[in-house]
């Protein structure tokens, strides 16, 4: 697997760094100047992008298997939710220490299990609707065309300006690394910040999982990733104040309650022998 460092629940709730980054040489800077940021990109083709660039990513991840623990508790947490909102997601778990998450255009929602074995049941039901909300409100559509747009603008495709063109498997490659890597704008992590407290109000889970999960975030900023998190988030609401704004959504609705965390999670595929008394 790409080496990816930790990020925390940050900029997809949650969003990793991938060493292999999209290389912007003088040809492709060269074509952004001839004036092909107009170029119209429809959700559609976004979506198509999107799942090719899945498809890579998944062949180059440890994706958890369908007898997996976390396999088994994913689809236990989040198998009703394939149909969230009229969108059509799709959902695997990539066997790594990171603590990341993500989602794509496509519908495509990818959980690293480092992060499930930090978060419980509720608090993954916040990450993972903070992540639909990023599909719902378009922001991993302007991500992937944003990754299009550096990856792609060669000669050969800015010479076909109104269109979207065909990718090489390297470029889809790359894509998939700059969606992963992607920082979305303040604005857009809160209103999905706003559809994760949302979600989990409608489904009627625990909202108070909402502020949880950006605590967890808060103290790993104040720990030994302080620095690289700190110039993660510089782009970014700071994590304790999005923790108080789901804590005050809360309040205003007489849903707050300090939030009691399950037992913390460990998955495991071994099984458990009880010892005979």
Known sequence: MKTMKLVGLVAVMFTGTVNAQINLGEKALGAVQKGYAGFTFSDEEAAAMSKEAVVKMDAENKVAGPK??????????????????G???NYKVYLTKDVNAF????????VFSGLMDIMDDNELLAVI????GHVANHDT?????AAYKKEALVDAVASQSD???KLTDSQYAKIGSAMIDSRHSRQQESEADLYSYDFMKRHKYNVNAVESAFTILA????????????RMLSSHPDPKQRAEDAKQRAVADGLYKPYVKKAAVK???KKVVKKKK
């Open 68 to 85: 997996d623990a976390y396999t088994i508790r994913l689809n236990k947490i989040f198998g009703k939710h394939s149909t969230e909102n």
């Open 87 to 89: 969108l059509n997601l």
């Open 103 to 110: 989602a794509t255009a496509d519908g495509s929602v990818r």
């Open 129 to 132: 609707g903070h992540e639909i």
């Open 141 to 145: 559509r302007d991500a992937v065309k």
């Open 163 to 165: 269109k979207v063109a």
């Open 219 to 230: 103290k790993m900023n104040e720990g030994t990733e302080s620095n690289f998190l700190t």
């Open 267 to 269: 998955t495991t595929t």
